[in-house]
C-alpha cells in the first residue's frame, strides 16, 4: 500500500530522488517548514516519501493513485 502522502505528489514513476525531494518540500506549508522545532519530523517526512518512491520504483507501479 502506498502512502497517501506519497501520492499526493502526484510524481511520475521515472522521477530522480532530487524531484521527489523537491515535491515533498513543496507539499508542505510554509509555516510548517519555518519552524525549526519541527526539523526532525520534516526529515522523517522526506525520508518517507524517498522511501516510498524507491519502492514504487522496484515494483514497477506506473499508476499514481
Not at 499526493?8 to 513543496?26: E, K, M, N
Not at 518517507?48 to 520504483?57: D, G, I, K, S, Y
Amino acid at each position: 500500500m502506498i502512502d497517501p502522502a506519497y501520492q499526493r505528489l502526484g510524481l511520475p514513476l521515472t522521477a530522480s530522488p532530487y524531484a521527489v525531494l523537491r515535491a515533498a518540500v513543496r507539499a508542505l506549508h510554509p509555516d510548517t517548514r519555518a519552524v525549526r522545532g519541527f526539523r526532525i519530523a520534516r526529515k522523517r517526512f522526506y525520508r518517507q516519501m524517498l522511501c516510498a518512491h524507491a519502492a514504487r520504483q522496484t515494483a514497477g507501479d506506473s499508476s499514481t493513485g
